[in-house]
């Protein structure tokens, strides 16, 4: 199946710096990727999803100055956490969605685990 | 609001017995269902995917049923092997009016040898 990378898989930082998180299609184009936040034991909630070249759609309740998506290529979306805090520490999941020949499925990263301090 | 609720106790199972997960839906009229597999701090692996107009999908050991009456999904492992053990979510998809995945919290399966 395609594969979906995510960098980095870990990271710690100080409160109030902002960190970027890469999400890379590695053998299809994606038009369209998705982030997600995972807290310990609860669901996947859907932050925003990032269409290839235009301003990602933020679910509510997730400001978009704080959490920056850009998807400036079919194969590459970056979230960046600006001013982190503690709150803000969360296992960070991206999805690309693999559309051509109409195909639904979903490829998730292998998330990245952020750690304020 | 849409809910999607599975069970949130861990299920012990002996192996080689048939694990069952429920995923039980409310308020959403989804076009498909998705299981994944969940590895502790690890991303989603897709398993199944099944349709609104589908009743049963199998994949080796595994099966999903998938009641839009009831607003339910089954999901069965068969022979169920210690390396079954995981998290396994149910995601609902709607794909009209943009493309989007509402995920359940998942349930926990251990399988003892």
């Known amino acids: 199946g395609a594969v979906v990378s995510q960098h980095p898989s870990r990271v710690i930082c100080k409160s109030g710096t902002s960190v970027k998180i890469e999400c890379r299609s590695l053998d299809f184009q994606a038009t369209t990727m998705f982030w997600y936040r995972q807290f310990p034991k609860q669901s996947l909630m859907l932050m925003a999803t990032?269409?290839?070249?235009?301003?990602?759609?933020?679910e509510q309740g997730v400001e978009k100055d704080k959490f920056l998506i850009n998807h400036a290529s079919l194969t590459l979306s970056t979230l960046t956490v600006t001013s982190a805090h503690p709150e803000d520490s969360s296992f960070y999941i991206c999805?690309?969605?693999?559309?051509?020949?109409?195909?639904?499925?979903?490829?998730f990263g292998p998330g990245t685990r952020l750690t304020v301090l | 609001s849409q809910k999607i609720e599975q069970n949130s106790e861990a299920l012990n199972i002996q192996e080689g017995k048939t694990a069952t997960l429920t995923c039980n839906y409310t308020?959403?009229?989804?076009?498909?269902l998705q299981w994944y597999r969940q590895d502790p701090g690890r991303g989603p692996v897709f398993l199944l995917l099944i349709r609104e107009n589908e009743k049963e999908k199998r994949k080796e050991r595994l099966k999903v049923t998938f009641d839009t009456t009831l607003k339910q999904s089954l999901f069965h492992i068969t022979a169920s092997q210690p390396a079954d053990s995981a998290t396994y979510l149910c995601a609902l998809v709607k794909d009209t009016g943009g493309f989007k995945t509402i995920f359940g919290a998942g349930t926990r399966l251990f399988v003892k040898a």
């Open positions: 990032s269409n290839e070249g235009s301003k990602a759609t933020y």
């Open positions: 999805s690309a969605r693999d559309a051509t020949g109409g195909g639904n499925e979903q490829f």
């Open positions: 308020n959403y009229s989804p076009a498909y």
